[in-house]
């Protein structure tokens, strides 16, 4: 493993420098993503800070379950629950264990749903129709439009690209 260590005053100070720059800036607008870098996303998820406590919470409450909470490479918070846990075969209805795993996310997205939206990508079984795709993804947004998340930040509904019920949360771009 390739360690940096600087070996002068001035390279301390510089890398200083750098990190409380970094840390500075958190919020800060930057030129293409409507946020500045954030020092965890320097080092970390990548995720804004209001992203990363959220991530940080959904893994805390979800631990122990089959539900995975990470960061995309394009630095949006990704729910996914697998589809077993999700839906019954050829069902649209929540499952209680995905009820859940949703009312703990509703609980994160409310105090940031005016600075961030919300995809929702279901999937499909074996014998899933498209209709069935969509219908299941509208469920899942009426339960959480049940449990208080606007429906103005829902952006989107669609097909799951994994194997599960995937929830994506991006930052909402500047002026939307």
């Known amino acids: 493993m390739t360690r940096f260590f600087p070996s002068s005053a001035a390279g301390l100070l510089c890398l200083a420098l750098v990190l409380t720059g970094c840390a500075s800036r958190s919020g ?3 030129p293409s993503t409507g946020t500045g870098p954030s020092f965890g996303g320097l080092f970390g998820s990548g ?6 406590a959220q991530r940080v919470r959904l893994r805390e409450a979800l631990k122990g379950t089959p539900v995975v909470v990470d960061s995309t490479g394009d630095h949006r918070l990704r729910v996914e629950v697998p589809t ?7 069902r649209t209805a929540v499952k209680p264990a995905l009820a859940a795993v949703l ?7 409310k105090p940031h749903a005016a600075t961030t939206e919300l995809l929702v990508g279901a999937p499909a079984d074996d014998k899933a129709s498209g209709r069935i ?11 959480l439009v049940g449990r208080g998340v606007p429906i103005s930040r829902i952006v989107g509904l669609g097909r799951a690209e994994g194997a599960g019920l995937e929830l994506l949360v991006s930052d909402r771009p500047a002026g939307k």
């Open 28 to 30: 800060a607008p930057g």
């Open 47 to 52: 995720l804004s800070p209001a992203l990363e």
């Open 84 to 90: 077993k846990h999700a839906f019954d075969p050829q």
């Open 103 to 109: 009312d703990q996310f509703a609980t994160g997205f």
């Open 133 to 143: 795709v969509q219908d299941r993804a509208a469920s899942v947004r009426d339960y």
